[in-house]
Each structure stands twice: as C-alpha cells, then as structure tokens.
C-alpha cells in the first residue's frame, strides 16, 4: 500500500492507496479529530489530489472510536464575519458531495456538528452502534450552515431532520441507521469487515457506471427524460459495459 502525507502538516491527515480504495486517515486524536481551517484545507488537497483516481474514497480515524467530534470550537470563536463568508467547510463538503467516485464515511465515535455535516457529503455511511451522531449547533447559538439542512432533509425527510436539528439532540448509530442517516451499522469489532463488505460490492460495478449513476441521481426534475438514456448510451458504449454484458450472457448459456 503507497501512502502520501497530506501537504499541511498542521492538519495530520494521511492518505493510502490500495488496489479497492483511497482511504484518508484523520490523525488529530488529541482534538478528538475536531476540524480547523487547516485541517479543512488538508482534506480538501486529498480530494484534488485524487479525484481522477477511479476507486472509492473512505474517510475515517486513524484511532479507533472517534470519527470528528465537531468543528474546532477554539478556531471557530476566532472566525471573523469574513472567515465565515470564505465558507471553508462548506466548500470542503461541496467537494466531498461533489467527488467523481464513490466516498465513504467510517463513523466509530462522534460525528458531531461538522463532523455529522462531513458524513452527510459523503455518499455512504457506516457507523458503529453506540456511535453519537448530531447536530448541536443550536445549543452553541448558532446553525449547521456547511450543507447539513438540505443533505439530513434528504436523507431521513424534512420532519425528522427537522427535529434533530431544532433539538440539537445527539442519537447513537443504531437509531441513525434505522432514521437513513446511516447506510450501515456494525458493532466496532465488525467495523473493519463491514468496510470490506461495501468495499466489494463496490469493486464489483463499473467505475464509470457508478459515476454517471451519482451524477444522474443528483439531476433534479425528470431526469428520466435525457440524463438517465444520455448516461446509459454512454455506458452501453463502452469496452467494460459490453465485456460485462457478453460474460453474462454467456452465463445464462
């Protein structure tokens, strides 16, 4: 496995690549992983870095039993009106939703605030049963404004979503999963294989497919009308597509 360092040390993020994914490491165990403004930018380089790479993008710790507990709350009272109109997280969570390639949230601990709005961007997410999920931004007298309303709303209905971010409440991964915000849950000693488990069944689709999918899904209106038969033909038209068509049928032979 080759692996990269991040280019901003003040933000330890690692980056590994294998033959079935990218996977970013998140190193700051002492802040229980909580995101700064460098750290932002760090995960951001690995995105630019790697969004030409045709294979998954997982985000996870690299200690066991955290995810990121939240948005630094030191870098965040230093913010002026100006830092927060530069939208830096929201830009990284962009980025994130906006990857060419399938990305993947590992959530073993908190992922709380910012850190709940970095596995909303993500397109999958697996959590550990006792895993705190939430959006307390409230609470603190301020919102979730990185992209959380529009992404939970999406995800688990605009009532639900509406109680959680009114309430500020923090839910474990159980309930996460049953509500849709989580796509799957394990217990932390099934973390590892649960990841292999998507891993696969990932490995198994067309990179190509799998991206025209994530971008037809993301069409609003009718996208039945041209999205969907564009992103067909051009799967239809290539070597892997017809490959894989062809061993099926020979299968059913």
Known sequence: MAESIAADDAAPVRVLRDDRAVTVLIDRPAQRNALSVPMSRALGAALEEHAATPLPLVLRSAVPGMFVSGTDVASLRARTVEDS????????FQRLY???WPT?????????????ELALACDVRITTEDAQWGLPEVRLGIIPSAGALTRLAALVGTGTATDLVLTGRRIRGREAATLGLASRVTTPA???????????????????????AKEAMRVGGDRHRLVDAAAQALCLGTEEAQRRLQALLDRAG
């Open 85 to 92: 109109l530069g939208r830096v997280n929201s830009a990284l």
């Open 98 to 100: 906006d990857h060419p």
């Open 104 to 116: 993947v949230a590992v959530v073993d601990g908190a992922a709380l605030g910012g850190g709940c």
């Open 190 to 212: 099934g973390l590892d294989a649960a990841l292999d488990a998507l891993l696969d069944d990932l490995g198994a689709a067309a990179p190509l497919a799998q991206r025209l």
